[in-house]
């Protein structure tokens, strides 16, 4: 183990990663981001995919301005869907800018010891940190629904853990949920010549309108200003004012992350949503078997009556759910020293659990800021707190140094 402590080791380089990295680095600390920038976009996403957020919500965040999505791809207009791989290759182009000198690697344990913690990677290395930022993205809360839990890998996945649905081509893999992430792995099953059907618990599926780049007077007033979660007065409090969420009664916060924006496919994939796909709304899951080289699922209406679905391969698009114990990079000392309410650790104003010194980003934090922390638009605000709040704490005698000139420009990197 190294004798000297850094300031911050950053646990992730998604987007909250790269973000809170950006603003630390450009204060002068001494940090450390561990993983490789925007793997789990790009890995954990099949081709084809595109973002659902619109190009003006979907940029990290920098600690000035020029370093936007549409700075890097000026002329993306609104409603104009964002192709995965634009979207991987930007955020790898504001680490190189923004936070250079990320570390590949896995994190296996954060534990307390020397200035505040010690943070093990898998080859061995131990790293001295004053403070850590766990922005370890939604990955490791992958949801898969209790009736089909148990079942093994080779029948049972979670729509995360594909790059590559080619696999499926000629099967009949069913696929659960009703959401953007649902219908648009039907849709991409459909295109390599799967046979997707689709299980949705809500009784019909929903799709966002097209949005409007220019919307009349009247409107604007009536339906509320555009925000980085959609359109309307509540909803732009929730997208650009989450440290009021904060102050709000737990009930309503955890209320607003269920409930605000849900399940919906995008208006650009209603089109592609054919008859290629098959879809069975209003059914719940209630048990699955094995069932010869493939999975029988037993479903049941708002009626009572049951249906057997077979399929060759079932594919959850059921979200992500915040539990703290699932992260086993936390030490037990550590994840038992951590309040939870619910599985999600509480945050003090500034993203900091009741761990002094150890921070969480991104899904994990949507308990306590609500549901914009779901989405890449919250990044800013998330590494703007933390990172006032790591200097605002800073031993005395360390004094972080600018990076001279602060973070380049748009056109540094451009190619």
């Known amino acids: ?36 920038p925007m793997q789990f976009w790009d890995v954990g996403m099949p081709p084809g995919m595109y973002l659902k957020s619109e190009p003006f919500a979907s940029s990290l965040g920098a600690p000035q301005p020029g370093m936007g999505f549409t700075d890097r791809n000026p002329g993306w207009r609104l409603g104009q869907p ?24 896995e994190v296996v344990n954060i534990e307390r010891g020397g200035p505040g913690f010690v943070v093990t990677l898998a080859d061995g290395e131990e790293i001295p940190a004053r403070a850590v ?24 996945s979670h729509a995360s853990h594909h790059s590559d649905l080619g696999l499926f081509r ?27 059907h689709v299980l949705a618990r809500r009784v019909r599926l929903d799709w966002n309108p097209r949005p409007s780049e220019h919307r009349p007077l009247l409107e604007r007033a009536r339906g509320g200003p555009r925000s980085g979660l959609g359109t309307g007065y509540r909803t732009w409090l929730w997208a650009e004012r989450p440290g009021l969420v904060r102050h709000l009664p737990e009930s309503t916060r955890q209320r ?26 209003g059914v719940h899951l209630q048990k699955a078997i094995e069932s ?42 550590v994840r038992a020293r951590v309040s939870t309410r619910l599985g999600s650790p509480v945050l003090s104003r500034d993203f900091e659990s009741s761990m002094p010194g150890l921070y969480f980003a991104g899904l994990a934090a949507a308990a306590t800021f609500g549901p914009v ?12 707190r933390i990172s006032g709040h790591i200097i605002r704490t800073a031993p005395r005698g360390r004094t972080p140094l600018r990076r001279p000139g602060g973070v380049p420009g748009p056109d540094a990197l451009r190619t």
């Open 133 to 156: 930022v766990v922005a370890v993205g939604v990955g490791p809360f992958a949801h898969v629904p209790d009736a089909i839990a148990g079942m093994p890998s080779w029948l049972v």
């Open 1 to 36: 183990m190294s004798d000297s402590a850094i300031d911050v080791v950053i646990v992730g380089a998604g987007p909250y990663g790269l973000s809170t990295a950006a603003h630390l680095q450009n204060i002068g600390l001494d940090v450390r981001v561990i993983g490789t």
């Open 256 to 281: 607003l992350v269920r409930e605000t924006l849900p399940p919906a496919g995008a208006w650009w994939l209603r089109d592609r949503c054919d008859e290629r796909v098959r879809i069975t709304t």
């Open 292 to 333: 010869g080289d493939g999975i029988a699922v037993t479903t049941t209406d708002r009626h009572g009556r049951r249906d057997v679905v077979e399929a060759e391969h079932v594919i959850a698009a059921t979200g992500y759910v915040p539990d703290l114990a699932r992260l086993t990079l936390l030490s037990s000392d």
């Open 82 to 105: 964002i192709p995965l791989e634009t979207f991987v290759a930007y955020g790898r182009w504001f680490a190189s800018v923004c936070a250079p000198g990320t570390t590949p690697g």
């Open 373 to 384: 922390m779901r989405f890449v638009h919250g990044s800013a605000f998330a590494a703007r």
């Open 170 to 196: 000629d099967k009949d893999v069913a696929v659960v949920g009703s959401g953007q992430s649902a219908l648009e792995t039907a849709v991409l099953l459909a295109d390599i010549g799967a046979r997707p």
